[in-house]
């Protein structure tokens, strides 16, 4: 192999397949990236097994070719050269790959590429495009509900419905839950459902461009794998099994206390609590009161026997009779920080039932948030 490409691209593509990266892994190939000649341009790649991300590079091929090399070392390495172009030679007797830039040189060793896992190659005419946009909105909406405890291996997932021409993604921890609809440019001939991982979903949100427009997902038959591939990118993941709860049961459809208000303000005072609800489990309550003569307003309070106290008060519309109810605040700042309309619906019953958070303006998104115990 012998390869000439710009650092810039190359250190871009090493930051992007390095994600999938194991750091703790018993095979040492796994801790290394591939490199690989491919039709003209440089292909980089790396995976734990469970996740695997591929990118495309520019680059001027005179010898064709492939190597991996640790990950870490060769990405470092990358950041540090100028701005100038690399230049890559596979050295086959000792499996070493040399790199020149500048007046720089060094030499990695490597490991032989037929040792790295293979990576599918799918079959596009299968796929079933999406669109960029769309889709990292989604991402970004949905996959944070989804729960980090590695006991409840399913709630570590995102529910992908596709169904005619609408896609629906479904996260949900125990506490609160996150459901996101789009349309598809084309309806699909059969439907699909599928938990896939929120980790790699949040590193295809990463790794995607809005120049890329249009997505092809990939799910082949009887693997047990989603493949997200774009024209100079692709991210593959293991799904989880098992079965999804019935998210749709628990959404509230009627409620006593309806509010408005803008997002940019609550969302503000929640960071504001937060710096004091941290020392208090993240628990902060809401005072929300009516007023007949003009606008109510929502007293947004946090405790900390070791901090300190603090009251913010916000204006918003109320509707119904007056209420305090407790929450957990990243749960709410993270939910308005995935909102992008200037004014959010905030609905809900009593201070033991859920409450229901909605952009105003945009009816593809719901968000449900569990109360905690208000002392």
């Not at 503000?268 to 937060?274: D, G, H, L, Y």
Request: with cysteine; hydrophobic share 40%.
């Amino acid at each position: 192999m012998k390869v000439d490409v710009s650092q810039q691209n190359l250190a871009r593509g090493l930051s992007m397949v390095s994600r999938a990266v194991s750091p703790r892994s018993t095979l040492p190939v796994l801790a290394n990236v591939l490199l690989a000649t491919d039709e003209g341009r440089l292909r980089l790649s790396a995976t734990n097994l469970e996740l695997g991300i591929t990118c495309w590079i520019p680059a001027k091929i005179e010898v064709e070719g492939s190597i991996t090399v640790p990950a870490r070392t060769f990405t470092d390495l990358v950041g540090t050269l100028p701005m100038q172009n690399v230049k890559l030679e596979l050295i086959p007797h000792n499996q070493t790959l040399r790199i020149e830039c500048g007046t720089a040189k060094t030499e990695i060793k490597g490991i032989d590429a037929q040792e790295f896992p293979p990576i599918p190659v799918p079959d596009l005419n299968e796929g079933m495009a999406l669109n960029v946009a769309d889709l990292k909105e989604m991402i970004a909406q949905v996959a944070f509900a989804a729960s980090s405890d590695e006991a409840r291996p399913v709630l570590q997932g995102v529910l992908l419905g596709v169904n005619e021409n609408e896609v629906t993604m479904a996260a949900t921890d125990g506490f609160r839950i996150s459901v996101k609809k789009a349309m598809l440019s084309a309806p699909v001939s059969k439907a699909v459902t599928a938990i896939i991982p929120a980790r790699a979903l949040a590193e295809l949100g990463k790794i995607i461009e809005e120049s890329d427009q249009s997505l092809t997902m990939i799910m082949p038959s009887g693997r047990g794998q989603v493949i997200f591939h774009t024209k100079n990118a692709e991210l593959v993941s293991q799904l989880i099994e098992g079965n999804f709860p019935d998210y749709k049961a628990i959404i509230p459809h009627s409620f006593k206390t309806h509010i408005t208000l803008t997002t940019q303000d609550m969302l503000k005072s929640c960071k504001q609590a937060e710096i004091i609800a941290r020392d208090s489990e993240n628990v902060i309550r809401l005072d929300i009161k009516p007023n007949a003569k003009g606008p109510g307003t929502i007293q947004v309070t946090s405790r900390s026997e070791e901090t300190g106290n603090s009251d913010i008060e916000v204006d918003a519309t109320v509707e119904g009779p007056e209420l305090a109810i407790a929450f957990n605040v990243r749960f709410l700042r993270e939910v308005l920080e995935a909102i992008k309309t200037p004014t959010v619906s905030f609905d809900t019953n009593a201070n033991n039932t859920p409450a229901l958070i909605k952009p105003i303006g945009d009816d593809s998104y719901t968000h449900v948030i569990m109360p905690m115990h208000l002392s």
